[in-house]
């Protein structure tokens, strides 16, 4: 008798490669509105790629959803007609193609073959004759795009940021499509950062102390946080220079009661434990209760002390304020994001003008509610990775106006453009991630 023939498991997941699975993340980002972060992290439990193939799967999805505006006039001027609707997967197919050709060194022939194979993997075989004709005229006759790097940005965007920056919004666009580099903050409870730099060394991880921040690193080639010297035993985490400024500017001391009003996933909350030797009373509130567990896994990684709150804190205190109030309040308000761009491009997919007013009307709520609880003499940092003047400087203003004790402070930094009320970074000027601070003392 023949063999049986083996039947595969019905939920077993169809296998793509890195060009047919880059374009299904691209088609839940910008389509189905779903985060970057969440569609490549189901990606790979449910793929479970090699190393390299992951590694070329992010590129695409970064590469597409950075370039989108530019590739989507390009697949214009090859198409007849637009894709229906239904198929919108061969467009992704296709935006993934040419990215390859016109961002990428990528051999033209492992484009082809790969990008035209994705159309069997997705299941629309009958694509495979237009994504290979489109990625073949587009070898024999290149697309010219006018502004390309505006284009990849949405017209209300281009608007705000020609508005609030005339003289730096194209800078800003472009820094927004190119990759960030990996920056790491130094655990100086446990090592200088001139000794963890001699380990990166040892481990010939290339790196460089970063000029911005006294206990920063950029590293020279991004690496996975496995590879980096003691992670896990707490010596570094991985943390921008803008958003290490926060506690250097905040002051933060030992013995010092510190509010941390916004604080998962945690970063700021425990560089600013660092500071303070994890000595004194730190409060950190999220209202996500999931935040929260991310927020109490890092700090549990670098062995730091905080009591943690599930809430929010634009409402009344349903935690126990200390008898005197906060020495420091960090309210890293929820913003529009749109000055962490470079690190998360799908902000230019899912933000929208209309989502301005309603967080500033969450920004003035945790202002006004939490300032009662400063101690007389006592410093708050309002911070944002927004670049709008309206989140940012504007929110300052108002506040201070109608609030008899609140006393803007200098901000001492070399980088950043110094305001009437505070100081902003820029992408593209700036050598960070685009961030508001502004300072203010209870007189």
């Given at each position: 008798?023949?063999?049986?023939?083996?039947?595969?498991?019905?939920?077993q997941?169809?296998?793509?490669?890195?060009?047919?699975?880059?374009?299904?993340?691209?088609?839940?980002?910008?389509?189905?509105?779903r985060?970057?972060?969440?569609?490549?992290?189901?990606?790979?439990?449910?793929?479970?790629?090699?190393?390299?193939?992951?590694?070329?799967?992010?590129?695409?999805?970064?590469?597409?959803?950075?370039?989108?505006?530019?590739?989507?006039?390009?697949?214009?001027?090859?198409l007849r007609?637009?894709?229906?609707?239904?198929?919108?997967?061969?467009?992704?197919?296709?935006?993934?193609?040419?990215?390859?050709?016109?961002?990428?060194?990528?051999?033209d022939?492992?484009?082809?073959?790969?990008t035209?194979q994705?159309?069997?993997q997705?299941n629309?075989v009958?694509?495979?004759?237009?994504?290979?004709?489109?990625?073949?005229?587009?070898?024999?006759?290149?697309?010219?795009?006018a502004?390309?790097?505006?284009?990849s940005?949405?017209?209300?965007?281009q608007?705000?940021?020609?508005?609030?920056?005339?003289?730096h919004?194209?800078?800003?666009?472009?820094?927004?499509?190119?990759?960030?580099?990996?920056?790491?903050?130094?655990?100086?409870?446990?090592?200088?950062?001139?000794?963890?730099?001699?380990?990166?060394?040892n481990?010939?991880?290339?790196?460089?102390?970063?000029?911005?921040?006294?206990?920063?690193?950029?590293?020279?080639?991004?690496r996975?946080?496995?590879?980096?010297?003691?992670?896990?035993?707490?010596?570094?985490?991985?943390?921008?220079?803008?958003?290490q400024?926060?506690?250097?500017?905040?002051?933060?001391q030992?013995?010092?009661?510190?509010?941390?009003?916004?604080?998962?996933?945690?970063?700021?909350t425990?560089?600013?434990?660092?500071?303070?030797?994890?000595?004194?009373?730190?409060?950190a509130?999220?209202?996500?209760?999931k935040r929260?567990?991310?927020l109490?896994?890092?700090?549990?990684?670098?062995?730091l002390?905080a009591?943690?709150?599930?809430?929010?804190?634009?409402?009344?205190?349903?935690?126990l304020?200390?008898?005197?109030?906060?020495?420091?309040?960090?309210?890293?308000?929820?913003?529009?994001?749109?000055?962490?761009?470079?690190?998360?491009?799908?902000?230019?997919?899912?933000?929208?003008?209309?989502?301005?007013?309603?967080l500033?009307?969450?920004?003035a709520?945790?202002?006004?509610?939490?300032w009662?609880?400063?101690?007389?003499?006592?410093?708050?940092?309002?911070?944002?990775?927004?670049?709008?003047?309206?989140?940012?400087?504007?929110?300052?203003?108002?506040?201070?106006?109608?609030?008899?004790?609140?006393?803007?402070?200098?901000?001492?930094?070399?980088?950043?453009?110094?305001?009437?009320c505070?100081l902003?970074?820029?992408?593209?000027l700036?050598?960070?991630?685009?961030?508001?601070?502004?300072?203010?003392?209870?007189?």
């Open positions: 008798m023949p063999p049986k023939q083996q039947q595969q498991p019905k939920n997941v169809r296998k793509l490669n890195s060009r047919a699975a880059a374009a299904k993340i691209c088609w839940e980002i910008v389509d189905q509105g985060s970057l972060d969440t569609a490549l992290a189901d990606h790979v439990e449910q793929q479970q790629p090699s190393p390299s193939d992951k590694g070329f799967t992010q590129e695409l999805v970064y590469g597409v959803c950075r370039w989108y505006g530019e590739l989507n006039l390009v697949a214009k001027k090859y007609s637009p894709i229906r609707k239904k198929d919108r997967l061969v467009h992704f197919l296709l935006l993934v193609g040419f990215y390859q050709l016109r961002h990428l060194n990528t051999a022939h492992a484009v082809l073959a790969e035209v994705g159309c069997k997705l629309k009958w694509a495979k004759q237009l994504v290979n004709g489109c990625l073949r005229n587009h070898l024999r006759n290149p697309a010219e795009v502004d390309a790097v505006s284009a940005h949405p017209e209300w965007l608007k705000e940021l020609a508005h609030a920056w005339p003289n919004a194209l800078a800003v666009m472009h820094a927004n499509n190119q990759r960030p580099p990996m920056c790491l903050r130094t655990n100086q409870m446990i090592q200088t950062r001139d000794a963890y730099l001699e380990l990166l060394n481990e010939t991880i290339d790196a460089v102390a970063d000029p911005h921040s006294m206990h920063g690193i950029i590293l020279q080639t991004p996975a946080v496995g590879d980096l010297p003691r992670f896990f035993e707490g010596s570094c985490s991985v943390q921008d220079t803008a958003a400024l926060a506690a250097t500017i905040l002051d933060v030992p013995h010092q009661a510190v509010l941390d009003a916004c604080a998962a996933p945690g970063g700021k425990a560089h600013m434990l660092e500071c303070m030797n994890n000595k004194g009373t730190m409060h509130l999220d209202i996500s209760e929260c567990e991310q109490n896994t890092t700090l549990k990684r670098l062995n002390n009591d943690i709150h599930v809430t929010d804190a634009s409402l009344k205190p349903n935690w304020v200390p008898t005197g109030g906060y020495d420091r309040i960090l309210i890293d308000a929820p913003c529009s994001g749109l000055g962490v761009i470079r690190r998360h491009p799908d902000i230019k997919h899912h933000r929208r003008l209309s989502d301005i007013e309603k500033n009307e969450v920004q709520r945790l202002l006004n509610n939490l009662p609880h400063l101690a007389q003499g006592g410093l708050m940092l309002y911070m944002t990775c927004s670049i709008l003047p309206s989140e940012n400087e504007h929110q300052i203003r108002k506040f201070v106006t109608k609030t008899d004790n609140a006393q803007i402070q200098m901000i001492k930094h070399s980088m950043g453009l110094k305001l009437e505070g902003q970074t820029l992408p593209g700036h050598a960070m991630d685009g961030f508001y601070y502004s300072l203010i003392k209870k007189v």
